[in-house]
C-alpha cells in the first residue's frame, strides 16, 4: 500500500498542533493568588480535588500564614499535605476542611505536594518582612517551623511539632485507609461481576473453535455497553473525579492518564455501536471489555497499594499501639511512705490522658509503664528494647545504689537508675513512680512526632524524581499523541484500530505515580525501622548522607566514658573525670568503625596523658587533648577544612562544608582527613556548637535535650554502636531507595515505547490495553512491596559493606579489638588554638582565662550560654557571636542574619542560621 502524502501531512501538522498546546496549557506561567489579610494572619483557601485549586499562593513575609485545605475527595492520593521544606506532613482527611498553621515566612517559594509527590502546588512569600530570603528551594531547609495546633473532627489545625497531633493524625490516618480499602473493595467484587461476562467470551473467541463455545448474543456490542458502563462510570468514579480536574489543574496525575485512556475507548466503542458503518472495514471492534478490565485492574493495584501502604508505616503504628489505656493512681488517703501502695484498695484505675504531672501511679509487673517519670518505691526490671533498640533489660530501683546496665553500683543521682519510660514493660518486680512528663511531653509522643517530621523531608536523591514526575504526564500524553498520528499515518491497516489500541496502551500503561513514590516509600519505612532500633532521624537527607560518614569524632565524658566524676572532687573545686570508666559498647563501636576505614577522633578536656589512656583503650586514632568548651567546633572546622584540601571537590557535601571555610589554615598536625562526610557524637550543652557544625551531628540519647535538639540523629540508648546502626540503615535505605528508582524508570523506558508498538515491525506484536492496565496496576504494588522489604533487614551494630548482603559482617571480633587497642597509639594533638572569647552582652571582651579554667571539664556546669548571644544588633563594625557555634563574626551588610523575636542574630554560616531557626529558644536559654 502507497503511503497517502495528504494523510501524513495531516497527521503531523495535527499532532505538532496538539503538542503545541499540550506544553503550552501544563507549562505556561501560573498566576498566583494573594492571599488575605485579616487580625494579622493571612490566609487562603485551597480546593484539594484532583489537584489545588489555586496551585500557587502569594503570601507577604514577615506574617503569620493559615491555609484552609479544603479537600473534596477521598482516597491515598491527597490524603496528606506535604512542605518538604518545612518538615511539615499534614493529614487532610476527606471532605473536611483543615487548616495548616504556618507561622511568618521570610521570602522564597516553599512548594507543597501531596503525600504520593504527584499533586504539586507553591506557597510564594515575597517581600522582606524583616528578614533575609530563604533559599529553601535549594537547600533544602527554611528559616521556619510550623507552630503547634490542635485538631478537631470539622475543621483540623495541624503541625507535626505536636506530638499529640501526630498521635491523632497516625489514628485518624488508620480509619481513613480502612474505610478506603472497605470503598476499594466493593468496587472490585462489583467491576469484576459486570467485566467478566464481556471479558470472558472475548478471550474465549481467540482459542481454536471458540465461536462454536460462545453464544453470539453474549457479542452483542449493546450488551457489553449496557454492563461496562456502570464500571466506566460509577466504579471508575474515584478515578475520574481526580482525573480530569487534575487535567484541569494542569497537574495530571496517573488518574489522568487512566481517565484519558478508558474515555478514548469507551467513546470509540460506543460510537461502534451507533454508527459502525462509518468506521473503516478492519475498524469496526469495540473494546468495551478493554475499559472494564483496565479500571477493575487499576482499582485492583490500588486496593493492594493502599492495604501494603500500611506496612511502610507499621513500625510508628506499633508504637503508638504501645501506649497504654490505664493508669494505677494511688488515691489520696494511701501512705506511699508506709508502703500501703501495695494494697490494690489503695489504688483506682484512671484513663491514661488524665494522668497529670506529679500523680503517683502503681506499675505491677507484666504491664507497661503508662508515662514517664521517676521511681518513688520499689525495684523492678524493665524492658525498653521498644524504645531505645536495646533487648538486655534494666534493673530500676528507688534505693541509694542501682544497679547499672552492667550490674555495676551507679549513683542512684543518674538519670538511668530511677527515670521510667512510658510505653516500657515492667519484667519484673512492682514499683511506685512519680509522673514527670505525661501526654505529648512522653518520649514515646516525641518520637513518633519526630519521625513524623522526619518522613515530612525529602531525601536528595529524591530531586531528579521529581524533576521528571513534574513534566511526565505532558511528555506521556505527547507520546500518545505522536503515537496515534504515526500509526493512522503509516500503520498497516487497520489504521485507525491500531492506532487507538496503541495510544491507548501507552496513557494506560505510564506509572508516574512509580517516580513518585520511589523514596518517600523507602524513607517512610526506613525512619520507622530506625525508631524501633533506637536510632531517630530527623530528616531524610540525613538518612540519606550518614552512607558516606568516613570520619567520626567523639566527645569523651558521658559519650566514650560514662560521665562518672571522680570520688575525690571535693567543696568548690571543678569536677574530675580522670577515673571515668569506659562505658560498654565503645570499644566494640570503635573497633568496627576502623574496621570500615572510618577515622576515629576523640575530643576531650582532660590533660593529655588522661586522653590518651582513654583513646588507647578504645583504640581511637587520633586524640585532641585540652580542647576548650567552645573548642569542639573549632576542630570540627579544622576537619573539615583539611579534608576539603586534600580532596576532589566534587564529592558529596552538605551545607555545613560551607560553613566549614574559614580564613585559617587547617592545623598541619590533623593530617589527611578521609573524603567524605564527619560525624559529631555528643552528649552534653557544650556539645551543640559542634553538632550543628558537623556534616551530621549525632547525639546520645541519655544527654541534653539542646544536644538533641541540635543533632541530626539521636541515639535513645547512649550506645556508641548505634553510630555503626545509623550507618547500616542508611545503607539498606539507599539500596532499597535505588532499587526503587531503577523499577520506576526501568519500567516507564520499556513499558512507554512497547506500548506505542515498538516492537511490531520486528514480532508483529501489539501491547493489549488490558495488559497494559495490568502492568500499570502492579508497577507502583511493587515499589510498595520492596520498601516493605525494609522490615525485615537487621540493622546490625557491626560494620556491613554498603553494597554487600545485610548478613554479611567484616567487624573485628573480640580478640581482635584487644589486640588492636592494645597495640595502637592514637596519634596525640594538643589543643593550642582555641580559647574562650566572646562577647558580652554590655560589648567586653570576655576571655577564656578569667572565666572558665575551673570549669573546662564540666559536663554539668558547660560554658554559660547566656554569654554566647547578642541580645541586640550591633551595629556595622562590630562583631557579634554566633549562637550556634560560638564563633566571633563580623557585622557587615553581607553578614548571614536570622530575625526573632524582633532581634538580629548572626551567623558563621547557612548551617548554623538554619540549625538556629529550627529552634531558637534552645540555644537562647539563659
Not at 96 to 104: G, I, K, M
Request: charge should be negative.
Amino acid at each position: 500500500m502507497e503511503p497517502n502524502i495528504f494523510l501524513i501531512a495531516a497527521a503531523v501538522l495535527a499532532a505538532a498542533a496538539l503538542t503545541w498546546l499540550i506544553i503550552r496549557f501544563f507549562f505556561a506561567p501560573q498566576q498566583g493568588t494573594a492571599g488575605t489579610l485579616t487580625d494579622g494572619m493571612q490566609t487562603a483557601t485551597i480546593t484539594v480535588k484532583g489537584g489545588y485549586s489555586p496551585a500557587v499562593i502569594e503570601m507577604q513575609a514577615g506574617t503569620p500564614i493559615t491555609l484552609t485545605f479544603d479537600r473534596q475527595e477521598t482516597g491515598e492520593c491527597t490524603s496528606h499535605v506535604v512542605f518538604g521544606d518545612l518538615a511539615l506532613d499534614a493529614m487532610l482527611p476527606g471532605n473536611v476542611r483543615t487548616d495548616v498553621q504556618l507561622p511568618a515566612l521570610p521570602a522564597g517559594e516553599y512548594p507543597f505536594a501531596c503525600g504520593m509527590n504527584m499533586v504539586h502546588g507553591l506557597l510564594r512569600v515575597t517581600g522582606d518582612g524583616g528578614s533575609e530570603t530563604a533559599n529553601v528551594g535549594s537547600a533544602g531547609t527554611t528559616t521556619a517551623r510550623p507552630a503547634a495546633a490542635t485538631t478537631s473532627a470539622a475543621t483540623a489545625s495541624t503541625t507535626p511539632a505536636s506530638p499529640t497531633d501526630a498521635l491523632t493524625a497516625e489514628r485518624r490516618e488508620s480509619e481513613e485507609r480502612t474505610k478506603e480499602i472497605r470503598q476499594l473493595t466493593r468496587l472490585v467484587i462489583i467491576g469484576t461481576v459486570l467485566t467478566l461476562p464481556v471479558f470472558a467470551p472475548m478471550m474465549l473467541m481467540l482459542l481454536p473453535g471458540g465461536h462454536a463455545i460462545v453464544p453470539m448474543w453474549l457479542m452483542n456490542p449493546w450488551l457489553q455497553a449496557l454492563l461496562v458502563t456502570p464500571v466506566m462510570f460509577y466504579c471508575g468514579a474515584p478515578i475520574h473525579r481526580v482525573g480530569w480536574p487534575a487535567l484541569i489543574h494542569r497537574a495530571p496525575d496517573m488518574n489522568s492518564l487512566v481517565t484519558l485512556g478508558t474515555t478514548a475507548a469507551y467513546v470509540y466503542s460506543l460510537a461502534l455501536c451507533v454508527m459502525s458503518s462509518l468506521f473503516p472495514e478492519g475498524s469496526r471492534e469495540p473494546y468495551f471489555e478493554s475499559v472494564g478490565v483496565v479500571i477493575t485492574l487499576v482499582l485492583v493495584g490500588r486496593l493492594l497499594e493502599t492495604k501494603a501502604r500500611e506496612g511502610t508505616g507499621k513500625a510508628v503504628q506499633s508504637l503508638i499501639k504501645l501506649r497504654p489505656r490505664t493508669a494505677h493512681i494511688l488515691t489520696a488517703n494511701a501512705d506511699a511512705e508506709h508502703t500501703d501502695w501495695y494494697h490494690d484498695a489503695n489504688v483506682r484505675d484512671i484513663t491514661i490522658d488524665d494522668v497529670k504531672t506529679g500523680d503517683l501511679l502503681v506499675v505491677h509487673a507484666g504491664e507497661r509503664i503508662p508515662v514517664d517519670g521517676e521511681i518513688v518505691d520499689g525495684e523492678a526490671t524493665v524492658d525498653e528494647s521498644m524504645i531505645t533498640g536495646e533487648s538486655k533489660p534494666v534493673v530500676k530501683t528507688a534505693d541509694t545504689h542501682a544497679a547499672d546496665h552492667d550490674g555495676s553500683a551507679n549513683d542512684s543521682t543518674s538519670p538511668a537508675a530511677r527515670s521510667l519510660t512510658g510505653a516500657t514493660v515492667l519484667l519484673k518486680g512492682d514499683l511506685l513512680m512519680r509522673a514527670t512528663q505525661v501526654g505529648g511531653e512522653t518520649v514515646l509522643a516525641q518520637i513518633i512526632a519526630m519521625v513524623s517530621r522526619a518522613q515530612a523531608t525529602k531525601a536528595p536523591v529524591q530531586k531528579l524524581a521529581d524533576k521528571i514526575a513534574r513534566i511526565f504526564v505532558p511528555a506521556v500524553m505527547i507520546v500518545a499523541v505522536w503515537t496515534f498520528a504515526i500509526w493512522l499515518a503509516i500503520g498497516p491497516e487497520p489504521r485507525l484500530a491500531h492506532a487507538l489500541v496503541t495510544a491507548v496502551s501507552v496513557l494506560i500503561i505510564a506509572c508516574p505515580c512509580a517516580l513518585g513514590l520511589a523514596t518517600p516509600l523507602s524513607v517512610t519505612a526506613a525512619m520507622g525501622l530506625g525508631a524501633t532500633n533506637g536510632v531517630l532521624v530527623t530528616s531524610a537527607k540525613a538518612l540519606e548522607q550518614a552512607h558516606d560518614i568516613r570520619t567520626v569524632v567523639f566527645d569523651k565524658t558521658g559519650t566514650i566514658t560514662r560521665g562518672v566524676v571522680d570520688a575525690d572532687t571535693t567543696g568548690g573545686a571543678a569536677p574530675s573525670y580522670e577515673h571515668d570508666p569506659v562505658k560498654e559498647g565503645s570499644r566494640e563501636a570503635v573497633a568496627a568503625l576502623r574496621a570500615a576505614g572510618v577515622r576515629t577522633v576523640m575530643l576531650s578536656g582532660d590533660r593529655a596523658e588522661v586522653a590518651v589512656r582513654i583513646a588507647r583503650e578504645v583504640g581511637i586514632d587520633t586524640v585532641i587533648a585540652q580542647v576548650k568548651p567552645d573548642g569542639k567546633a573549632y576542630w570540627i572546622r579544622q576537619l573539615q577544612a583539611a579534608r576539603d584540601l586534600t580532596h576532589d571537590t566534587h564529592a558529596v557535601r552538605t551545607d555545613k562544608t560551607a560553613a566549614a571555610t574559614s580564613a585559617t589554615a587547617p592545623s598541619p598536625t590533623i593530617g589527611n582527613v578521609p573524603d567524605g562526610l564527619i560525624a559529631m557524637v555528643g552528649d552534653g550543652i557544650n556539645d551543640a556548637p559542634a553538632l550543628a557544625q558537623a556534616d551530621l551531628g549525632i547525639a546520645i540519647g541519655t544527654g541534653t535535650d539542646v544536644a538533641m535538639q541540635s543533632a541530626d540523629v539521636t541515639l535513645m540508648n547512649g550506645d556508641l554502636r548505634g553510630v555503626l546502626k545509623t550507618i547500616n540503615l542508611s545503607n539498606a535505605t539507599m539500596r532499597n531507595i535505588r532499587e526503587n528508582l531503577a523499577w520506576a524508570f526501568g519500567y516507564n523506558v520499556i513499558g512507554i515505547p512497547v506500548a506505542a508498538g515498538v516492537l511490531y515491525p520486528f514480532t508483529g506484536w501489539l501491547l493489549s490495553p488490558m495488559i497494559a492496565g495490568l502492568a500499570m496496576a502492579l508497577s507502583s504494588v511493587c515499589l510498595v512491596l520492596n520498601a516493605n522489604r525494609l522490615h525485615g533487614v537487621r540493622i546490625s551494630d557491626v560494620a556491613v559493606p554498603a553494597d554487600g548482603d545485610d548478613t554479611t559482617r567484616i567487624a573485628a571480633t573480640a580478640d581482635e579489638t584487644a589486640t588492636a587497642t592494645s597495640t595502637r597509639e592514637p596519634q596525640v594533638i594538643i589543643d593550642e588554638h582555641t580559647e574562650l572569647t566572646h562577647l558580652e552582652p554590655n560589648g567586653q571582651s570576655h576571655g577564656s582565662d578569667s572565666t572558665m579554667s575551673t570549669n573546662s571539664n564540666d559536663k554539668e556546669h558547660p560554658m554559660d550560654m547566656h554569654h554566647m548571644h547578642m541580645h541586640a544588633a550591633p551595629t556595622d563594625g562590630e562583631t557579634a557571636t554566633d549562637p550556634v557555634c560560638g564563633m566571633t563574626v563580623a557585622v557587615t551588610a553581607d553578614a548571614i542574619t536570622r530575625e526573632y523575636n524582633g532581634k538580629t542574630y548572626y551567623f558563621c554560616g547557612e548551617h548554623c542560621a538554619n540549625n538556629f531557626a529550627k529552634a531558637p529558644q534552645i540555644f537562647l536559654e539563659q
